[in-house]
């Protein structure tokens, strides 16, 4: 039961790894708060900063290194802000 109200944590963890991973500030607030608040909001603009920087959140990450390792690309690294 607790793991269900514990969604918006692993939420958090994995927007940590996003931001990280394309070098994007913290801003306006850290993560878990942003996920602790509304979590739908941050879900949804993490699918768009994947989308728009080439990825295809549907067929997960491994799908997506592999493509563009056959596409000779790296992961898209763009400007440090979040997009909308």
Known sequence: ???????WLYGSIYRTKLRKLFSLPAAPCGDHPVHGFCCLCSLT???RELKNRGADPSIGWEANVNKWKR????PPITLPTMER
């Open 71 to 74: 596409e000779g690309l790296k």
């Open 45 to 47: 603009q993490e699918y």
């Open 1 to 7: 039961m607790t793991s269900i109200h514990c969604g």
